[in-house]
């Protein structure tokens, strides 16, 4: 079973869903969380091979994990949610409202993979192979704007989960999953993109001008009718790099319906 912290509330309100980016954990989410509402219901989830998911059904590339996250909110008896994902969490976090649009009240997605090609796979690379606390931050420093300090408490949750056996080898497994080859070239499978036009939930895309793994101009290839907000300065660990924006637009998303 997938793991993920719930947090229940008295609050009527459905659910907030959290899906995190390639190599992190749920637990990444907390300085995030810590700016939303106390009465927000939440499900924050260990994606499939990472964290306390580690050796749960679903691990592979984007289109698998949604598969397992979505049976796993039925299996939840979870009927509706609002639904933010990050980075690779992004694209799960796409093809879980393709998949079930009548259920997701708006999608927020953070510097989402699987909008083009292009993508530095040996920043991945070297980021799924770290272990240690000091190794994490180096490897954090090649997928943030320069200058950025990687939270220290946000470090040793990620290196406690890397200490698990297999946890290295799993993330390898998931990388290589949603690598192509193209020309030569390697870079990541994309999404159906075509297939969200007038799909109907609102949508909200950040995106930082510094992203060094996921170029800016991917952020074009959204959907019409989507919000998007480009955050100058910021790297592509944005729940790190741009936590009050981040939560302000989430606050925003779970207001509006």
Same mark, same amino acid.
């Given at each position: 079973?997938?793991?993920?912290?719930?947090?229940?509330?008295?609050? !009527?309100?459905?659910?907030?869903?959290?899906?995190?980016?390639?190599?992190?954990?749920?637990?990444?989410?907390?300085?995030?969380?810590?700016?939303?509402?106390?009465?927000?219901?939440?499900?924050?989830?260990?994606?499939?091979?990472?964290?306390?998911?580690?050796?749960?059904?679903?691990?592979?590339?984007?289109? =698998?994990?949604?598969?397992?996250?979505?049976?796993?909110?039925?299996?939840?008896? =979870?009927?509706?949610?609002?639904?933010?994902?990050?980075?690779?969490?992004?694209?799960?976090?796409?093809?879980?409202?393709?998949?079930?649009?009548?259920?997701?009240?708006?999608?927020?997605?953070? !510097?989402?993979?699987?909008?083009?090609?292009?993508?530095?796979?040996?920043?991945?690379?070297?980021?799924?192979? !770290?272990?240690?606390?000091?190794?994490?931050?180096?490897?954090?420093?090649?997928?943030?704007?320069?200058?950025?300090?990687?939270?220290? %408490?946000?470090?040793?949750?990620?290196?406690?989960?890397?200490?698990?056996?297999?946890?290295?080898?799993?993330?390898?497994?998931?990388?290589?999953?949603?690598?192509?080859?193209?020309?030569? %070239?390697?870079?990541?499978?994309?999404?159906?993109?075509?297939?969200?036009?007038?799909?109907?939930?609102?949508?909200?895309?950040?995106?930082?001008?510094?992203?060094?793994?996921?170029?800016?101009?991917?952020?074009?290839?959204?959907?019409?009718?989507?919000?998007?907000?480009?955050?100058?300065?910021?790297?592509?660990?944005?729940?790190?790099?741009?936590?009050?924006? =981040?939560?302000?637009?989430?606050? =925003?998303?779970?207001?509006?319906?």
């Amino acid at each position: 079973m997938v793991f993920a912290e719930v947090r229940q509330s008295s609050s !009527a309100k459905a659910p907030l869903v959290l899906l995190h980016g390639f190599g992190g954990i749920g637990a990444l989410w907390a300085p995030v969380v810590d700016r939303l509402d106390a009465d927000q219901p939440l499900i924050i989830y260990d994606l499939p091979g990472h964290g306390r998911s580690l050796d749960a059904e679903g691990v592979g590339h984007a289109g =698998v994990m949604a598969k397992a996250i979505l049976a796993d909110l039925e299996k939840r008896g =979870v009927s509706s949610f609002y639904l933010c994902g990050h980075s690779m969490g992004g694209a799960v976090a796409s093809l879980v409202a393709l998949k079930a649009a009548s259920s997701v009240h708006s999608l927020t997605l953070l !510097a989402p993979g699987g909008f083009d090609f292009e993508i530095d796979h040996r920043a991945l690379r070297h980021y799924a192979m !770290a272990e240690k606390e000091g190794d994490l931050a180096t490897a954090l420093a090649a997928m943030t704007a320069p200058g950025h300090v990687a939270d220290p %408490s946000g470090l040793k949750r990620l290196a406690a989960a890397r200490q698990a056996p297999g946890a290295l080898d799993r993330l390898m497994e998931i990388l290589k999953s949603f690598l192509v080859e193209r020309d030569g %070239s390697i870079g990541q499978g994309t999404l159906p993109l075509n297939s969200f036009d007038g799909f109907g939930i609102p949508t909200r895309l950040l995106w930082g001008t510094a992203d060094p793994i996921l170029p800016i101009e991917q952020a074009s290839k959204i959907w019409p009718g989507a919000v998007v907000t480009l955050i100058e300065g910021v790297g592509h660990m944005l729940i790190d790099e741009a936590t009050d924006v =981040v939560a302000s637009s989430i606050r =925003v998303a779970l207001a509006e319906d």
